[in-house]
């Protein structure tokens, strides 16, 4: 499994980068998005205030569940390097430049696909201040992605390797996502 010996490198750098930043330790955030419960991908990320107005955020997702005819097995990553707006880090707008990598092995009724697909996107947001430890984030962003899958139906036999690449524009992060901010 290739990608996942390449996640766990960008996961390892990008910890590394954090770590070399500076971080404010008074300024690490635990959270977990919502909408993506709602597909059951079980999700967890950690946001590192990096400046005043900028933070690195890393989500990691996965899905190992069959739901009747709707296989949606996935492991995603995602890192974003994050500008804040506002004089409060951490709170108001912001915007990012996030990157995209996961391993999927869907089936949708008849249709199988199989691979993997990274890329990279821009987002914004917004955080909704709760409390002095609580938020709440609304995050969209578009980006493009590409992939590389084997892709067949039900009665087909399944490809040796991948039959099917491209690049496609895609949504790339949709998200309402409870914080915690520890100080």
């Known amino acids: 499994m290739p990608f996942f010996n390449k996640l766990k490198c960008s996961l390892l750098a990008l910890a590394l980068a954090a770590g070399a930043g500076g971080v404010q330790a008074q300024r690490v955030a635990v ?3 919502a909408l993506y419960w709602l597909t059951t991908s079980p999700n967890l990320g950690v946001e590192f205030r990096m400046s ?3 933070s690195l955020n890393i989500e990691a997702a996965g899905n190992p569940f069959t739901i009747k005819d709707y296989k949606l097995r996935h492991a995603t990553f995602n890192p974003e390097l994050r500008y804040w707006f506002s004089a409060r880090p951490q709170a108001g707008h912001f915007v990012g430049l996030m990157g995209f990598a996961s391993a999927y092995d869907l089936h949708l009724k008849s249709r199988h696909y199989n691979g993997d697909a990274y890329g990279v996107g821009l987002t914004y947001g917004y955080s909704f201040v709760l ?7 609304a995050t969209a962003g ?7 899958e084997k892709k067949y139906r039900d009665g087909e036999q399944t490809p040796n390797g991948v039959n099917h690449t491209g690049f496609a524009p895609a949504p790339t992060k949709l998200g309402l996502t409870f914080v915690y901010i520890f100080k």
Do not use: A, F, P
């Open 131 to 137: 409390s002095k430890h609580w938020s709440m984030e």
């Open 52 to 54: 005043r107005h900028i």
């Open 31 to 33: 959270k977990t998005n």
């Open 142 to 148: 578009l980006g493009v992605l590409r992939y590389r």
